[in-house]
């Protein structure tokens, strides 16, 4: 029973139990941090795969384009318009 305290103690070895758990927890951080970079936490909800890019909206689109000076506003809302009669949407804050 007292063969250890006679021995001179555990010796440094006993410093390899620490390292291991550190090494273990380092390891576990990593492929929980590489598995969200890939996008493994998505919801059923999330469109997006790694081989077909996200598609936007039309409206999303036809925003874009007058956001960035690419139509004017009349054309923009003329082409809502269309939008809103097609997938049925309400335009300039009217109700549906």
Do not use: C, K
Request: aromatic share 10%; hydrophobic share 45%; glycine share 12%.
């Amino acid at each position: 029973m007292n063969t250890l305290a006679h021995a001179g103690g555990p010796g440094p070895w006993i410093l390899l139990f620490p390292l291991i758990w550190a090494a273990v927890a380092v390891a576990v951080v990593t492929v929980l941090r590489r598995t969200a970079r890939r996008g493994g936490r998505r919801g059923p909800w999330s469109q997006r795969t790694a081989d077909v890019p996200f598609e936007q909206s039309p409206v999303t689109l036809l925003g874009r384009r007058f956001a960035a000076g690419e139509i004017d506003e009349d054309e923009y809302w003329r082409r809502l318009s269309v939008l809103d009669e097609q997938f049925g949407r309400t335009g300039r804050g009217g109700a549906a």
